[in-house]
């Protein structure tokens, strides 16, 4: 996953005036991201693919308090070199690295006085398989996953967004809480492993 971040002066024709930044994200996945070859998305881009770069800028607006930082857009792409499954979440972790770099160097480069980032996001997903909880679904497990759940949280250790579906069947409440747990555990690493990479 390469996660990027374009700083641009000026905002969104509906947000001018009002002296607050903007941030956006795109994802998309390389053609031979897969085993087998995707279509390269042109033009129009297809449900899935929306459906994943709206969680992800809900996600990373989620690491902000408000966009009072100037008219500054802050642009956020997400592209699958290799996908083996978990893509919208591993985005999610990336690029959360991705802005806090960002903001860091729009200080560094006298463009704001402070940044606005107040929290680091990320994303796991977990699933049960033949009865069994697992964390980080492979493609090959996703594809027969009887429950499967994608969990964004902050490094405050609030949830920003919990996504699950019985895919083959249902799942009751100790279910759900054993998946939950198991997804705090793996997102507590990946939060380690975002301070280490910005040298926190």
Known sequence: ML???TVEDGVPSWRRGRGE???TSEYAMLPRATSTRTTRERGQIGGRTQEIQRLIGRSLRAMLDDFAWGEYTLKVDCDVLQADGGTR???ITGASVALVD???WMVAKGKLKRSPVRRRVAGVSVGVI???ARLDLEYSEDSV???DMNVVMSSEGRFVEVQGTGEHGTFDRAELDRLLDLAVSGLSAL???QRSALGG
């Open 102 to 104: 960002a903001f860091e």
């Open 145 to 147: 996953a009887e429950v």
């Open 191 to 193: 939060d380690a492993r």
């Open 130 to 132: 033949a009865g069994e």
């Open 89 to 91: 979440t591993a985005a």
């Open 21 to 23: 930044g903007w941030l």
């Open 3 to 5: 996660c990027a971040v």
